[in-house]
């Protein structure tokens, strides 16, 4: 397969990661700044220069975050105008919060969750009646999402008023029916409880949640800043970052929180339940964000993102257009919350879809924090970039270099199996991962950046092993540096078809890619990604489902800076060619093809006529995750006929 490669980057410049000692992170009368009881060592950076970023390009005026993980804050910080005071409305983050609220009441058994609406609001005379309180909660009612256009929006001046407007408008389905997102089914659901009580939403809210949990900095009201208006359960809430960390503390521990029960654990288990059943599903959000085609989506107010085997939440969440977003990761014991509200909506930036990719940052962190007989740090460049970079092992260097839009964690199935052989190491390219974003104005090129990893690490000679992008780098230090290769592996690609602007670049070069960055842009940062994930994990048409997961979660996370720029040149292109053919490279070279590719012509061979072709049986472009095991097997076969190198260990 021949591919035209575009490298990307960010628009920071500056990247001096730092690694955070953290002990007291949290100041005043912080719940949990006191649970802070020992210094742990993680770095945030990337994550922080993401969120700095979104502030930065102007989609938001501030922001904060709060990561709780064993009940210990390993994060918080402030972004923009936010501060620890902050409050902001949060849409439908707002959902979970309505839903424990209405867990509450069931609790008092004054409402069933299969309570049925005509049992409360007579009035609901056609299929809306029939719904039950179950299905309001899970947008599978069969309302229409939203007050149509041309009709007053719902911000009435108390449930009661903002029912007797949902009253007339025709169901869009049958209850159970279908999955459609949307708020104005909660609507209902909030009068049946407060039918239930005798009491209004705000002071269920209030007595049942807020008070126990201590979150007096939060409200339902509505998304006007108009006072009276009837609280929206399904978009309405305002709250602080503080306050609704202890909502999530509350939902973590089964319903506990500070040894007072506030929920029962039935509810928990209710809400975390898949209640989209046999429903018809068409939503993408679970699909676009973790490229999961699943149908058990959605609880009681709160996303199912992930599963397990048995079908049991593990990772739930309740995103908002607005930006922010709380979530559990059952998986690792951590919580979250982004707190943001969204300024403008630009350059094909979508806080719905964008925010979700925090549970895998900071998994990211704890990985890597969590390393043992691994080193993992930065170096840098002669022009001052800082590459991130991991080591395990001992023997010959070994080194690993991944794709474009993917990371160094492409090499996961490799990386602790090649070690036992092999000191390894693999890096994040400079604007991707957890390294430097590049400038437009710079010169550079990837095959110097990996000498000066070399160089840094102290290694003379290694090989060299690159998947796709990757593969050119190492054709470009073949022709660039070929004295200091023990041998050299390139994987998946003809490895000279790569077009690529001069330095600097023309007017009309220049002209061209604006367009394209504006027709990336206009099409969406995340229907672009998809696009190309799709290219990467779809053969004749079907998934490749074992590659799906890891690099979604790779090209979710890359900062697709690349497509958005003037990129500078980073690649030799077929200078390469030239180079390599005016010398006589005479170390071994191997060309790594699945033999879903093998009848696509290489010119490697024929420039380096010594170089040899194997094929990885069931396997197409990124060979070494669809097939991890044959690509380890094929490397180390190649790799056990190479002599030791004298020179290639520190």
């Not at 994930?533 to 697709?560: H, Q, V």
């Not at 033999?595 to 006529?609: H, R, S, T």
Request: positive net charge; aromatic residues 10%; proline residues 5%.
């Amino acid at each position: 397969m021949n591919i035209t490669i575009r490298i990307m980057r960010n628009d920071f410049n500056y990247i001096k990661p730092v690694i955070l000692v953290l002990a007291f992170l949290m100041t005043g009368s912080s719940t949990f700044a006191q649970k802070q009881t020992r210094a742990i060592v993680y770095d945030f950076s990337y994550m922080d220069r993401k969120l700095a970023g979104w502030v930065d390009s102007g989609y938001y005026k501030g922001a904060s975050v709060i990561i709780v993980k064993d009940d210990r804050v390993i994060h918080q910080k402030y972004f923009g105008n936010y501060t620890p005071k902050t409050v902001a409305y949060i849409a439908s983050a707002g959902k979970w919060l309505a839903a424990a609220t209405i867990a509450s009441v069931v609790d008092e058994g004054k409402l069933s969750w299969d309570d049925k609406v005509d049992k409360w609001l007579p009035e609901f005379k056609d299929t809306k009646g029939e719904a039950t309180l179950r299905q309001l909660f899970s947008h599978t009612a069969g309302y229409p999402d939203y007050q149509p256009a041309g009709r007053r929006p719902d911000n009435y001046q108390t449930l009661k008023e903002s029912v007797a407007h949902i009253t007339d408008l025709p169901a869009d389905t049958l209850p159970g029916t279908k999955f459609k997102y949307g708020g104005l089914a909660m609507q209902v659901a909030g009068r049946m409880a407060e039918l239930a009580t005798g009491k209004d939403w705000e002071t269920i809210f209030q007595e049942k949640i807020a008070t126990p949990l201590g979150m007096k900095l939060t409200h339902f009201t509505p998304v006007s800043d108009v006072g009276g208006q009837s609280p929206m359960l399904g978009g309405g809430a305002r709250t602080g970052l503080d306050d609704y960390a202890r909502f999530l503390n509350m939902i973590i521990h089964n319903g506990v929180y500070k040894g007072k029960r506030v929920l029962s654990a039935k509810a928990i288990q209710e809400m975390q339940a898949d209640q989209v059943g046999n429903a018809e599903m068409t939503d993408s959000y679970v699909e676009n964000t973790r490229a999961s085609e699943r149908k058990d989506i959605y609880g009681l107010g709160e996303w199912r993102e992930e599963v397990d085997a048995k079908g049991n939440a593990t990772l739930i969440s309740s995103p908002s257009w607005a930006g922010a977003y709380p979530w559990i990761d059952k998986k690792n014991n951590v919580y979250g919350f982004l707190l943001a509200r969204v300024a403008e909506m630009k350059n094909g930036f979508n806080s719905f879809m964008g925010s979700p990719v925090l549970p895998l940052l900071v998994r990211d962190v704890l990985t890597r924090a969590g390393m043992k007989n691994t080193k993992h740090g930065y170096i840098t460049t002669p022009d001052g970039a800082q590459l991130y970079y991991e080591e395990t092992g001992k023997g010959e260097p070994l080194i690993l270099i991944h794709g474009h839009s993917f990371d160094c964690t492409e090499w996961d199935p490799q990386f602790f199996e090649l070690a036992k052989r092999y000191r390894v190491i693999r890096y994040d390219l400079r604007g991707y991962g957890w390294s430097s974003m590049p400038s437009e104005d710079q010169k550079a090129l990837h095959a110097d950046d990996l000498k000066a990893l070399m160089d840094q690490l102290k290694i003379n000679k290694a090989h060299i092993v690159g998947l796709s992008l990757g593969g050119f780098i190492v054709t470009d230090f073949l022709a660039l540096y070929s004295n200091r290769i023990i041998s050299a592996t390139a994987a998946s690609g003809d490895f000279f078809n790569v077009s690529g602007p001069g330095h600097p670049w023309t007017p009309g070069e220049a002209a061209i890619q604006h367009g394209k960055i504006k027709a990336f842009q206009q099409n969406g940062i995340m229907a672009s990604k998809k696009e190309w994930f799709n290219m990467l994990t779809k053969r004749n048409g079907k998934n490749i489902e074992s590659l799906r997961t890891p690099i979604w979660n790779m090209i979710y996370k890359w900062d697709a800076w690349q497509p958005q720029h003037l990129e500078p040149r980073f690649l030799l292109g077929n200078e390469a060619e030239d180079k390599l053919r005016s010398q006589k490279i005479t170390v071994p070279v191997m060309i790594l093809t699945g033999d879903v590719d093998a009848a696509i012509p290489n010119k490697l061979l024929e420039v380096i006529p010594a170089a040899r072709q194997v094929l990885i049986p069931h396997a197409g472009h990124v060979s070494n995750l669809e097939n991890p095991d044959g690509f380890t097997e094929k490397l180390l076969a190649f790799l056990s006929n190479i002599k030791p190198s004298k020179n290639g260990k520190n």
